[in-house]
C-alpha cells in the first residue's frame, strides 16, 4: 500500500466511482473507477487507467487499496517505472 491509501478488507467495502489499486507482489498491476461489483464472489469490475480496458479483479488474487475519498488520482509512470 503507498501512503494514504486504506487496504480493502473485502468487495462489500467498494462502491461504484471509487478509485482502486490492485497489486501483485507489491507491484500495482491496475488502477482505476469501480463500475461494478460482484461481492458475494469477491470480484469487482473496474475501469483501468493504465491499460484503457475494462478489467475484472478477485479480492482474492490482488492487494486492494483505495485512495481516500476525493482524492484525485495520481501519476504512476514512477512507480511502473520502478517495478
Known amino acids: 500500500m503507498t501512503t494514504g491509501e486504506a487496504s ?13 489499486s490492485a497489486r501483485y507482489k507489491g507491484s500495482v498491476v491496475h488502477r482505476g473507477r469501480v463500475t461494478e461489483q460482484v461481492p458475494e464472489c469477491g470480484l469487482f469490475w473496474i475501469m483501468d487507467e493504465l491499460t484503457g ?7 482474492a488474487d490482488l ?12 501519476d504512476l509512470a514512477g512507480e511502473l517505472a520502478a517495478a
Open 63 to 74: 492487494e486492494i487499496g483505495r485512495a481516500p475519498t476525493g482524492t484525485a488520482p495520481r
Open 53 to 59: 480496458g475494462r478489467h475484472l479483479l478477485d479480492k
Open 8 to 20: 480493502v478488507a473485502d468487495c462489500h467495502d467498494l462502491v461504484a466511482g471509487d478509485l482502486p
